[in-house]
């Protein structure tokens, strides 16, 4: 597609593995930051491909459920580990699933648990 728009959105928010290495991971916590590639074919109303505003405030709300929260008790997360990589894919879904970004796909969802560490989800394309 050729219009990629980036929004990031941050969440603080502990968590731990329920199954790693052998037991459960100690609990931590993390400042999470959040990135969306959103894609569309081509451009929308005032010429956007993707609404700044309207992406921006739907991932921020999509973060807020976590924000200052232990990641393991959300339900979408029961008996799941609340890895980066399932963070990442949960955002994605959350996203495709809102119904606020119209024609805009989501291409991937990238999830920073701090200035090193990161994990990417892209979305599959759908035919």
């Known amino acids: 597609m050729p219009y990629r728009v980036t929004v990031?959105?941050?969440?603080?928010?502990?968590?731990?593995l329920i199954?790693?290495?052998?037991?459960?991971?100690?609990?931590?916590?993390?400042?999470?930051?959040?990135?969306?590639?959103?894609?569309?074919e081509k451009l929308q109303q005032y010429d956007l491909a993707v609404d700044f505003l309207t992406a921006k405030n739907t991932l921020e709300t999509i973060a807020n459920e976590l924000d200052y929260r232990y990641i393991n008790d959300h339900p979408d997360f029961a008996g799941r580990n609340t890895s980066a990589e399932n963070i990442a894919r949960w955002f994605?879904?959350?996203?495709?699933?809102?119904?606020?970004?119209?024609?805009?796909?989501?291409?991937?969802?990238?999830?920073?648990?701090?200035?090193?560490?990161?994990?990417?989800?892209v979305s599959p394309r759908k035919s």
Do not use: K, Q
């Open 8 to 16: 990031t959105a941050r969440f603080e928010a502990a968590h731990n």
């Open 19 to 40: 199954d790693y290495a052998g037991g459960p991971e100690p609990l931590h916590g993390h400042s999470y930051r959040v990135e969306a590639v959103l894609e569309n």
């Open 92 to 121: 994605a879904e959350r996203l495709d699933s809102s119904g606020a970004l119209g024609w805009t796909r989501v291409a991937e969802v990238t999830v920073r648990e701090g200035p090193e560490n990161r994990a990417t989800y």
